[in-house]
């Protein structure tokens, strides 16, 4: 009963760990987010504000590497706005 008791108290400390890991490595994806944004559009509405409410619609950070890919994929070199 008590080996069982301290197993638990160990997976509950190593999920609040790894859910604080999940997070840190989230924050830091979209982070990465805003730079792309900043670098790939520059003078656009697409700044850290725009970033902070368009990442909670996407809720994984494989779904945020995603668009990431879709951002660094843009090419407005050479394009002009009329």
């Known amino acids: 009963m008590v080996k ?3 197993k638990q108290v160990v997976d509950v ?3 609040k760990e790894a859910k604080k890991l999940r997070g840190k490595i ?5 982070k990465k987010l805003i730079a792309v944004c900043l670098e790939k559009m520059p003078g656009t ?3 850290k504000f725009y970033c902070d409410e368009l990442v909670k619609k ?3 950070k494989d779904v945020l590497d995603e668009l990431i890919e879709k951002v660094e994929n843009i090419n407005t070199e ?3 706005s009329d």
């Open 13 to 15: 400390k190593a999920e």
């Open 4 to 6: 069982e008791a301290e």
């Open 78 to 80: 050479g394009k002009t």
């Open 45 to 47: 509405l697409y700044d």
């Open 26 to 30: 989230y924050r830091e994806t979209v």
């Open 58 to 60: 996407f809720p994984t």
